[in-house]
């Protein structure tokens, strides 16, 4: 039984949603659909840090600028989910999708470049055609029955 456990275990995950035109949204608003779209926050996720830890992120690319753990526990202390471990495993979601890198010098957006070529060279390319061809693999073998 363990055996098919393992077998039934994909090999990555993607969760794509599509939203409204992100048009008229404040920057958390925005960043929260974003999230929402990667499928990095489900919908109607009350503990919603990862938006927080993100926006972050996006402030500190302006003034490129790293950041450490203790700099989201101080600065989001009042919020809920804002424990060390969760801001750790928040960081380790967000750098799953190469949104974020960890430098000896701290966390930052990748290269404290855009988001689009990430979304662009890595999600799309490396993440969602390669699950669409083995989707598309599947349906072959399907209509061969």
């Not at 190469?98 to 662009?120: A, D, M, Q």
Request: hydrophobic letters at 35%; charged letters at 35%; a positive charge.
């Amino acid at each position: 039984m363990s055996k098919k456990a393992l077998k039934d275990t994909p090999l990555q995950e993607i969760t794509l949603r599509k939203y409204e035109s992100p048009q008229n949204l404040d920057e958390r608003e925005l960043s929260k659909k974003f999230l929402l779209s990667v499928g990095l926050l489900q919908p109607g996720e009350s503990r919603d840090i990862i938006v927080d830890i993100f926006l972050e992120l996006l402030k500190a690319r302006k003034e490129k600028k790293h950041l450490q753990i203790e700099h989201f526990i101080e600065t989001l202390k009042e919020k809920p989910g804002a424990s060390p471990p969760n801001v750790r495993r928040q960081l380790r979601r967000l750098k799953a999708l190469k949104l974020v890198e960890k430098l000896s010098e701290g966390y930052r957006i990748t290269e404290f470049g855009s988001l689009e070529p990430i979304v662009n060279d890595f999600i799309i390319q490396f993440v969602v055609n390669p699950s669409i061809k083995r989707v598309r693999e599947f349906a072959t073998n399907l209509d061969e029955l």
